[in-house]
């Protein structure tokens, strides 16, 4: 084997952490055998090392009080008599609530010991397993809701991952024995509606020489997007590529620091190259250089509750709030598909439900339907693609509610911004994990606490922009840490109606971002921006808006357009000129008007003098006396507090 995992496995062999000694204390299977034991006996059964370890291969987090069950369900694809038994177990044993997650699965809760072993027997009947949905395991796989349908699917990976699967699920050989968890997407379409960059391996869609495969990324984790391991697979290279992989992985995986355990460490230390000629060897055979990546966008069905597949039917999507769903209304749903479709559900990555195959004459029945009216009003743009993690009603780790956070600010958005022909990924994730995938919204939110005008401890965001789920796929980057949730609210209001205001024909939010918000001004600027409209509508109560205008061919640097700004806000607040001449700078600052002397008699009453002060240097007519970067501006406005004087 290469050097360099040697070396790094020895650099970092020295000690195991807490979770690899309560590995080897039994087998994991030995757990599962005494189910039924532990459920008859309740927790005198169950050994501190069960709950906090073994009883997490198979799916089972225990709460303290009760248990939250996650169901493994490959690409998201439920048959009928899957849908409805999730839905029967959902309304006998865990108060009628479904948690429909980023992974395309689906997790129960509030299930009591005693159930556990009837719970599990039920699911296995219809064909569900638990097996390997948390701790140190091969997660569930990922793909297109659509795979299979949509007329951008190229190639179909439901029987790629149904092989896979039958190398390692409930295969006793591979159930807790990796260094860390691994999580796995495969995705045959052009549209990236599964997040296929942000997986510890990663097989995009591809074209090379004329043949279609997948090229192969690795190593993504929070905050971080695979890199490319420059390796082509056609379809049936996937599975041997696969298991090499999870050996390499097994092998010299490290061991010691849980924090720095994911695959990309090991692949950082080592070298990508160095990495994948080790999976080469560990399989014999000499995989192909990258192709081209095809995957392009978001989703083909971006903004659309139903699209027309290949079968000339139509697959339609009920939008599930942060994935909040009922048991009674899977029931209902499966009864529904399989009255006017084949009976079929997928679960998508944003936490939606597809039901596939509705023939076209049936479209308008089926839309009348009870179930279908009673989700329709989410069919907005604000729910659409929206992804909500746990939070902390259900989560130890989460900081704020989320779910209901995200929920409150879609219903305030769409009551404000009405936009058509639009999309917006808006992700919550309720701490800093991210398991709602807030780094690559294009408005993402993580909770925090933060201190309200009062300076009181409220439930807050670090708020993000500008993250990417394209071929290009990264993070945002925050634009203003610990808002209150209260405020965030107004900061996205005011990015949304930018673009509304600036936005082509059917252009989405990421694609005006890079076209019109980043190209023209400075992410500085897109800060201060935001924050001046919440401080005149919010603070103040002024009904006024500063608005992005076209932008001017001299704003070059942060300094120009805090110049261009405060003239903008002079004139708003005023309702004169701050200078004769603004087209061009030079003649504004040579031929001023005679207003050197700062008169607050000039601005909106209701402006504080502290505000007006600010505006007027923004705008002064001494270069230097001027602040050169925003971050000086916000500091002043946030020092002030901007209070009436």
Same mark, same amino acid.
């Given at each position: 084997?290469?050097?360099?995992?040697?070396?790094?496995?020895?650099?970092?062999?020295? *000690?195991?952490?807490?979770?690899? *000694?309560?590995?080897?204390?039994?087998?994991?299977?030995?757990?599962?055998?005494?189910?039924?034991? !532990?459920?008859?006996?309740?927790?005198?059964?169950?050994?501190?090392?069960?709950?906090?370890?073994?009883?997490?291969?198979?799916?089972?987090?225990?709460?303290?009080?009760?248990?939250?069950?996650? !169901?493994?369900?490959?690409?998201? $694809?439920?048959?009928?008599? $899957?849908?409805?038994?999730?839905?029967?177990?959902?309304?006998?044993?865990?108060?009628?609530?479904?948690? %429909?997650?980023?992974?395309?699965?689906?997790?129960?809760?509030?299930?009591?010991?005693?159930?556990?072993?009837?719970?599990?027997?039920?699911?296995?009947?219809?064909?569900? =397993?638990?097996?390997?949905?948390?701790?140190?395991?091969?997660?569930?796989?990922?793909?297109? +809701?659509?795979?299979?349908?949509?007329?951008?699917?190229?190639?179909?990976?439901?029987? /790629?991952?149904?092989?896979?699967?039958?190398?390692?699920?409930?295969?006793?050989?591979?159930?807790?024995?990796?260094?860390?968890?691994?999580?796995?997407?495969?995705?045959?379409?052009?549209?990236?509606?599964?997040?296929?960059?942000?997986?510890?391996?990663?097989?995009?869609?591809?074209?090379?020489?004329?043949?279609?495969?997948?090229?192969?990324?690795?190593?993504?984790?929070?905050?971080?997007?695979?890199?490319?391991?420059?390796?082509?697979?056609?379809?049936?290279?996937?599975?041997?590529?696969?298991?090499?992989?999870?050996?390499?992985?097994?092998?010299?995986?490290?061991?010691?620091?849980?924090?720095?355990?994911?695959?990309?460490?090991?692949?950082?230390?080592?070298?990508?190259?160095?990495?994948?000629?080790?999976?080469?060897?560990?399989?014999?055979? +000499?995989?192909?250089?990258?192709?081209?990546?095809?995957?392009? =966008?978001?989703?083909?069905?971006?903004?659309?509750?139903?699209?027309?597949?290949?079968?000339?039917?139509?697959?339609?999507?009920?939008?599930?709030?942060?994935?909040?769903?009922?048991?009674?209304?899977?029931?209902?749903?499966?009864?529904?598909?399989?009255?006017?479709?084949?009976?079929? /559900?997928?679960?998508?990555?944003?936490?939606? %439900?597809?039901?596939?195959?509705?023939?076209?004459?049936?479209?308008?029945?089926?839309?009348?339907?009870?179930?279908?009216?009673?989700?329709?009003?989410?069919?907005?743009?604000?729910?659409?693609?929206?992804?909500?993690?746990?939070?902390?009603?259900?989560?130890?780790?989460?900081?704020?509610?989320?779910?209901?956070?995200?929920?409150?600010?879609?219903?305030?958005?769409?009551?404000?911004?009405? !936009?058509?022909?639009?999309?917006?990924?808006?992700?919550?994730?309720?701490?800093?994990?991210?398991?709602?995938?807030?780094? !690559?919204?294009?408005?993402?939110?993580?909770?925090?606490?933060?201190?309200?005008?009062?300076?009181?401890?409220?439930?807050?965001?670090?708020? =993000?922009?500008?993250?990417?789920?394209?071929?290009?796929?990264?993070?945002?980057?925050?634009?203003?840490?610990?808002?209150?949730?209260?405020?965030?609210?107004?900061?996205?209001?005011?990015?949304?109606?930018?673009?509304?205001?600036?936005?082509?024909?059917?252009?989405?939010?990421?694609?005006?971002?890079?076209?019109?918000?980043?190209?023209?001004?400075?992410?500085?600027?897109?800060?201060?921006?935001?924050?001046?409209?919440?401080?005149?509508?919010? $603070?103040?109560?002024?009904?006024?808006?500063?608005?992005?205008?076209?932008?001017?061919?001299?704003?070059?640097?942060?300094?120009?357009?805090?110049?261009?700004?405060?003239?903008?806000?002079?004139?708003?607040?005023?309702?004169?000129?701050?200078?004769?001449?603004?087209?061009?700078?030079?003649?504004?600052?040579?031929?001023?008007? *005679?207003?050197?002397?700062?008169?607050?008699?000039?601005?909106?009453? *209701?402006? +504080?003098?502290?505000?007006?002060?600010?505006?007027?240097?923004?705008?002064?007519?001494?270069?230097?006396?001027?602040?050169?970067?925003? =971050?000086?501006?916000?500091?002043?406005?946030?020092?002030?507090?901007? $209070?009436?004087?």
């Amino acid at each position: 084997m290469t050097p360099h995992l040697l070396n790094a496995q020895k650099a970092r062999a020295k *000690k195991i952490n807490k979770i690899e *000694k309560i590995k080897m204390l039994k087998e994991p299977m030995d757990v599962f055998a005494r189910l039924e034991d !532990i459920a008859a006996d309740g927790y005198e059964k169950l050994d501190k090392e069960d709950s906090a370890y073994f009883l997490k291969c198979f799916g089972l987090f225990d709460k303290g009080t009760d248990f939250m069950l996650r !169901i493994r369900i490959p690409a998201g $694809q439920l048959n009928y008599a $899957q849908a409805v038994r999730i839905g029967e177990v959902a309304k006998k044993y865990a108060n009628d609530y479904i948690d %429909i997650t980023t992974r395309m699965q689906i997790e129960l809760r509030y299930l009591h010991i005693a159930d556990i072993a009837k719970v599990l027997k039920s699911l296995n009947e219809v064909g569900l =397993s638990t097996f390997q949905t948390g701790v140190d395991n091969p997660r569930n796989i990922l793909t297109d +809701p659509l795979d299979g349908i949509a007329y951008d699917n190229i190639i179909e990976t439901m029987p /790629i991952i149904d092989e896979l699967q039958s190398e390692f699920l409930q295969n006793p050989q591979w159930i807790s024995v990796l260094p860390r968890k691994f999580n796995t997407g495969i995705l045959g379409s052009l549209s990236n509606s599964c997040n296929i960059f942000g997986h510890d391996c990663c097989f995009a869609l591809a074209q090379k020489d004329g043949i279609f495969g997948f090229n192969v990324y690795l190593g993504a984790r929070v905050g971080m997007q695979a890199k490319d391991a420059n390796i082509f697979l056609q379809k049936e290279e996937v599975a041997l590529f696969f298991k090499s992989l999870l050996s390499i992985f097994k092998i010299y995986g490290y061991r010691d620091n849980r924090n720095k355990n994911r695959l990309i460490y090991l692949i950082n230390d080592v070298g990508i190259e160095n990495f994948v000629e080790a999976v080469k060897k560990e399989a014999s055979y +000499p995989f192909s250089s990258a192709g081209t990546t095809l995957v392009q =966008s978001q989703s083909v069905a971006q903004g659309e509750n139903k699209v027309l597949g290949r079968d000339n039917k139509f697959a339609y999507k009920v939008t599930v709030a942060a994935g909040i769903f009922r048991g009674s209304d899977m029931i209902e749903l499966a009864h529904t598909a399989d009255k006017f479709a084949s009976g079929a /559900i997928r679960l998508s990555y944003d936490q939606n %439900i597809y039901i596939p195959s509705i023939p076209k004459k049936s479209l308008k029945e089926f839309e009348s339907c009870k179930i279908i009216k009673d989700y329709a009003r989410f069919n907005n743009l604000y729910f659409n693609d929206m992804i909500a993690c746990a939070g902390r009603k259900t989560c130890a780790f989460g900081v704020i509610e989320n779910k209901s956070d995200a929920i409150e600010m879609a219903d305030f958005l769409n009551s404000e911004v009405r !936009i058509e022909n639009a999309t917006v990924r808006m992700n919550w994730s309720a701490c800093p994990k991210g398991c709602g995938v807030n780094g !690559i919204a294009d408005i993402g939110f993580e909770g925090c606490k933060a201190k309200d005008i009062e300076g009181n401890i409220v439930d807050g965001v670090h708020l =993000s922009i500008s993250g990417k789920i394209t071929r290009l796929a990264k993070e945002g980057k925050v634009l203003h840490k610990a808002l209150p949730i209260s405020e965030a609210k107004y900061h996205v209001k005011y990015l949304l109606e930018c673009y509304a205001d600036f936005k082509l024909k059917n252009e989405t939010f990421e694609a005006f971002d890079d076209r019109y918000l980043r190209a023209n001004y400075s992410f500085e600027a897109i800060k201060f921006f935001t924050k001046i409209n919440y401080i005149l509508e919010c $603070q103040l109560g002024l009904d006024v808006k500063f608005k992005f205008q076209n932008k001017p061919k001299t704003l070059k640097k942060e300094s120009d357009e805090i110049f261009y700004f405060g003239v903008e806000l002079f004139k708003l607040l005023t309702g004169q000129n701050r200078y004769e001449y603004i087209e061009d700078f030079e003649p504004a600052l040579t031929r001023p008007k *005679k207003i050197d002397k700062y008169e607050v008699s000039k601005f909106n009453p *209701k402006v +504080p003098k502290k505000l007006s002060e600010i505006i007027y240097l923004m705008t002064h007519q001494d270069k230097r006396v001027r602040p050169k970067v925003f =971050s000086e501006i916000l500091v002043l406005l946030k020092d002030t507090m901007l $209070q009436q004087e």
